[in-house]
């Protein structure tokens, strides 16, 4: 992270990482986020039996619904966090809206039919939202010294949910404990860095917030400033096939395995889990070897990568090899939704980092809920191994995307991206 001028002996008193109350605040938060993104599609077969809407029996649109349905309300609290932010600070906010997300997980656990499961899945979305698009500014905020490292280290804890989650929950369905327990379950983790962002710090300890509230008309002109860009559409584009590709992996592999290849829910678990590993190991891996300046090498050649292991997935017939084709996918696409983000910053200099984020989350986030239903749809019609092709679709298309902004910046590169790159 140091420039030339700090030697190497500051670059090694840089890999030192300071973790303070609010960091773990945030890895719980992430965590538990995950947690409660996966544990619908691992419980999907079960669940969907017992509210009566079965996969097997034309129920794939109704199961695809679920995440379209949480998305909504996702996108409009990303697009609002902002403002609650500036007005409130992040830490209530982002505490606020863990507290959201977990009784919407617990109403979850409780839904007697599947509107109710539907509207416990909007009320957990708001919380998501909010989760979604403040978390990377907050810990930003904790470490404004060396960010990209920390937000790297937090934003890790996704996959590390996912993977624990799913063979977790994989296992106990296999066990014959009830979806709800589990459900119940994921709900009660959020009390714990609810309660470290909400009740009163310590003295010397607090949370680094703006000494004054953020005006409303600030914040909008921030997100003016950024929409007007053309270049930001691309990005955009770029944030919505990308989440749609990684997220169609997340929800519809396990439910995959239980319809084509076996019943087990610890398989369909096994299955995600290797997709998880895959991503947990390509973003450390990726967050530790590679420069700034090489970010869209690696998105652009980890999209045709992945591309090219996805087309395989509709006529594979072994299980285990479905698995090993999962954990490369997940190695491909590990550094999507973090290195889109970044290199955009690059490419977009001079504009509020904290609102660019959050509108390239409300780009990815209903591109996961948008793919997700379209999955199921053509699931229903076509079969679900067809549907698996809209994967690698996405992985393509965003390869196009990266690829078009890397040959136009050739030509219209600005001068002040060359030094920031140099200087990185």
Not at 90 to 97: A, N
Not at 98 to 103: D, E, K, Q, T
Not at 194 to 208: D, H, T
Not at 269 to 277: I, N, Q
Request: aromatic residues 14%.
């Amino acid at each position: 992270m140091g420039n030339d001028e700090t030697g190497n002996s500051a670059s090694k008193q840089s890999r030192k990482m300071a973790f303070g109350l609010f960091d773990y605040a945030a890895f719980i938060s992430f965590f538990a986020y995950a947690s409660g993104s996966v544990v619908i599609p691992v419980a999907l077969v079960s669940l969907a039996r017992d509210l009566d809407f079965s996969l097997e029996s034309g129920g794939m649109a109704a199961g695809g619904a679920l995440h379209l349905g949480r998305t909504i309300p996702m996108v409009a609290a990303m697009l609002l966090c902002g403002f609650a932010a500036g007005r409130w600070g992040k830490r209530r906010t982002f505490g606020m809206s863990v507290i959201l997300m977990g009784a919407g997980m617990g109403l979850c656990a409780l839904a007697p039919a599947y509107g109710i499961l539907f509207l416990a899945l909007v009320v957990a979305g708001i919380g998501e939202g909010v989760i979604e698009g403040l978390a990377t500014p907050f810990v930003q905020d904790l470490h404004p010294e060396e960010p990209g490292r920390y937000i790297n280290f937090a934003h890790a804890f996704w996959p590390i949910g996912v993977l624990a989650t799913v063979l977790v929950s994989g296992a106990l369905l296999s066990l014959g404990v009830s979806w709800r327990l589990i459900i119940g379950g994921v709900s009660a983790l959020t009390l714990i860095p609810a309660a470290i962002m909400l009740l009163p710090s310590r003295r010397g300890r607090e949370y680094p917030e703006r000494p004054e509230p953020l005006h409303w008309k600030t914040v909008w002109d921030h997100a003016l400033a950024i929409i007007r860009i053309p270049r930001f559409w691309l990005f955009y584009a770029a944030m919505f096939v990308a989440g749609g590709g990684e997220f169609c992996l997340t929800f519809w592999c396990a439910s995959y395995i239980q319809l084509n290849f076996t019943p087990s829910p610890w398989a369909g678990g096994v299955g995600t889990a290797c997709f998880a590993s895959g991503m947990m190991l390509g973003r450390a891996g990726w967050g530790y070897l590679i420069k700034q300046d090489q970010l869209r090498a690696l998105v652009f050649f980890s999209a045709l990568a992945g591309t090219a292991i996805t087309l395989f997935f509709p006529v594979l017939t072994h299980l285990w090899l479905f698995f090993g084709l999962l954990f490369l996918a997940g190695i491909a696409t590990a550094p999507f939704w973090p290195s889109v983000q970044s290199y955009s910053a690059d490419r977009l200099p001079d504009l509020d980092t904290t609102m660019l984020f959050i509108l390239l989350s409300c780009a990815g986030v209903p591109g996961c809920g948008f793919f997700t239903w379209l999955m199921g749809y053509i699931g229903n019609r076509s079969g679900l191994g067809a549907a698996f092709y809209l994967v690698p679709m996405c992985f393509f298309i965003l390869a196009l995307l990266i690829g078009y902004d890397w040959y136009a910046s050739k030509f219209s590169q600005p001068e002040k991206l060359r030094h920031r790159e140099n200087a990185h």
